[in-house]
């Protein structure tokens, strides 16, 4: 009897352990359930007031959904551990100037170089109001995710970013993209010594349905009279005849979303517009480009033609030099002959170079370079040739040495 008690007994400590086990896996699973519905109902808030006011510092939406992102980002996060082994807290600053630093364009170092936000907490608020301003909160935290190796060594198990609600969190941040934030970053929301506090108060009232016919009032006087002895089933339930107050209330709520709508319609309408005239913009701007690139090619092209024209007529006048330097080269032979038999011919070679020249002054672009064969540069050229030692007499022609008579 003694044994089973025990065995009883210890069988009991079992199961209260895993029923600990499993309560503590209860409450950590609707903590996490609860911020993320809390965060998706400020976020809608935040952005249904956007529609009538400019969101700032004061806003009473906006402090609750950075009260509501500062709780989510803290969950569970792990201290830092000290070298005497004390565990110090952290902030979720600490984490994001980490995961965050891959974004192009980042914030960080300007956050970090900030005068008067001293605390971590502090410039870890001064960093959602940055990228609330920049949309590009949800970029922020796509990308600290996507790290899950930082994310692991930053956060316990059991945290919102290591659950399947972490990727909730990323698409319920990407409709603040839509909202013009303005921010004092010097204002009293970046005191870093107390913590942020959620206000669950606008999302805990109960509004009834418009499909209900019944109100708090009737109810309550349906229960009245139903403690009475006199009451009968006829008069139990509620009646079907609804009050004006409660058909203007709820033709006002209509109009209200009706308001509401309209006005996202119009803002949709107006951010189609502007894309619109930017697509058209920059295809204009493509047109231009590509016409551009065309007049240049043809430009190109007539030059890569002009130049080669250029070339081919240089060569034929070369080769017209040529040709000239050995008439010039004949006719300095000739008239340095002193027999008068070759006068005539000496003239006739005269006159058919001259002929020759004629037929040359014809091409435009010799006449700046040859000249003619009869300007006195030619005939100082000739007389010099008829001079040289190159040229030999008559008379050494005639005769040499080795025949002269003794």
Known sequence: MASRSLGGLSGGRGGGGGGKKSLSARNAAVERRNLITVCRFSVKTLIDRSCFETIDDSSPEFNN???????????????????????????????????????SQNCICSIENMENVSSSRAKGRAWIRVALMEKHLSEYISTALRDFKTTRRFYEDGAIVLG???NM??????????????????????DGTFPAVIDYTPYLKFEQSSDSISSDEEELRTFGSSDSESSTPENVGPPLIMDENSWFNKCKRVRQKYQLTLEQKGYLE???????????????????????IEDSDLAHKLEKEQLEYIIVELQDQLKSYQSLDQLSAEVSLSQASLDPSHSQEGDGKQDSLNFVGEGKEDTPSLLGLCGSLTSVASYKSLTSLKSSDC??????????????PS
């Open 65 to 103: 959904f950075a009260a509501v992102l500062e709780q989510i980002l803290s969950h569970r996060l792990k201290g830092q551990v000290t070298w005497f082994g004390y565990e110090s807290p952290r902030s979720f600053w600490d984490y994001i100037r980490v995961a965050c630093r891959k974004v």
């Open 164 to 166: 399947e609600e972490a």
């Open 169 to 190: 969190l990323a698409g319920m941040l990407l409709g603040l993209n839509a909202i013009d934030f303005s921010f004092c970053l010097k204002g009293e929301g970046l």
């Open 270 to 292: 107006e951010l189609l517009r502007l894309r619109e005239n930017q697509l058209s913009e920059s295809v204009s701007q493509n047109k231009v480009l590509l016409q551009r």
């Open 391 to 404: 040229l030999a007499s008559p008379t050494g022609e005639m005769t040499s040495p080795g025949l002269t």
